[in-house]
């Protein structure tokens, strides 16, 4: 299981971004996928999460509005379209599925 992200960088407060995570490795559309972030000095928390098939999504409260998960099962891969970006949402995200994590990218907000 191989899991590739990019996008990310650094945007205004109030701005977006979109992060991509490419799978391989597993059939993609059978399996859940997460978004997570950890910032510094803090642990590892979730983001959100999209089954298999596109049609549960689930997003933790302080990105609820904001940020949109979705997939393309023809791509393998997931997204995820962050909006109203604010300072707290500084991380590194990750996406996630089973066992395995993609590599991590940083994401900034600043003025």
């Known amino acids: 299981v191989r899991l590739v992200q990019s996008g990310g960088g650094w945007v205004q407060p109030g701005g977006s971004l979109r992060l991509s995570c490419v799978a391989s490795?597993?059939?993609?559309?059978?399996?859940?996928m997460s978004w997570y972030r950890q910032a510094p000095g803090k642990e590892r928390e979730l983001v959100a999460r999209i089954s298999g098939g596109g049609g549960a999504r689930t997003y933790v409260d302080f990105v609820k509005g904001r940020f949109t998960i979705s997939r393309d099962n023809d791509k393998n891969t997931v997204y995820l379209q962050m909006n109203s970006l604010k300072p707290e949402d500084t991380a590194v995200y990750y996406c996630?599925?089973?066992?395995?994590w993609g590599q991590g990218t940083q994401v900034t907000v600043s003025s």
């Open positions: 490795g597993f059939t993609f559309s059978s399996l859940l």
């Open positions: 996630q599925t089973v066992n395995s």
